[in-house]
């Protein structure tokens, strides 16, 4: 889809495709649509970025509420949105060991309850092992200094949903330079 397309959305057409680049918060895209014409691709994550870094933290902190656990129940059940069934499979936490799954599944709730949100890192560019280090290292950051890491996660998976969406290219948009942390 080029940006002349996404320009000549309506509201309804905009949200409906660009609805989950921040998953299950179709607000942003029904927020940012406001803003168009966008110049580019860049253009429309600058306003969905801008949108996020306006937030109060409490806000911050609902987006990433509206996350699934990692390798946790949505999966379970079969009760992921597409986007994140195939983030998650990509990391290969959909063919976890029994053992790896109560792992995951401890950690996630040990940083649940320290956190008040769930543990959220991009999953296509991380792999298990990485995952389950960064879950273990995360867990020791202030709260505050958290969120900020966090968010940057929800960033750069929102990155990689709207690169897809616009380049159809496949399943992995590793080529396209994410955010930096
Ligand atoms: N908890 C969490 O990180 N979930 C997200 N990560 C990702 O890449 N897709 C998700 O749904």
Redesign the pocket.
Known sequence: MDISAVNSLSYEEFVEIFGNVV?KCPLVAATVWSQRPFSSISDIETAITDFIDGLPNAGKEGILRC????A?WDLQRGM??P??QA??S??GLTQLEPAEAAHISAL?TQYKQHFGF?????????DKPTILLQLHQRLSNKPAHELVRAIQ?VK??CH?RLHGLMCHSGPSHLNSTPPKL
């Open positions: 998953e996350h699934p656990d990692l946790g992921l949105t986007e994140s983030e998650q990509h990391a996630n769930p543990f959220i890192i991009c999953a296509r560019m991380n996660e750069r998976i990689l």
